[in-house]
């Protein structure tokens, strides 16, 4: 819980300090505070916390300056497990 607080958090003051707008910034920013959310739960809703990370990486995927960032978020999601086949 510890590593997806900390990776939603970084990733927030990252997109707050980032300035140049994007059409999908009010999406990514919708998403990162499900997470936190999510994160603040003792036990999170696991299909939630990976569907909150792909709207995430869809809405701000393209802006490489956040993509460490991304990076480290979905590093700490995977922490819970791997993702379900389809």
């Not at 978020?73 to 497990?81: I, K, Q, S, T």
């Amino acid at each position: 819980m510890t590593e997806l607080r900390s990776a939603v958090a970084r990733l927030r003051r990252q997109l707050a300090a980032h300035r140049a707008d994007f059409r999908d910034r009010g999406s990514a920013e919708e998403a990162l505070a499900t997470l936190a959310g999510l994160a603040a739960a003792d036990r999170p809703d696991i299909p939630m916390l990976r569907r909150s990370l792909l709207l995430v990486a869809g809405a701000i995927g393209s802006v490489s300056a956040l993509g460490e960032g991304l990076r480290q978020l979905r590093e700490a999601v995977d922490l819970f497990g791997p993702s379900p086949k389809v």
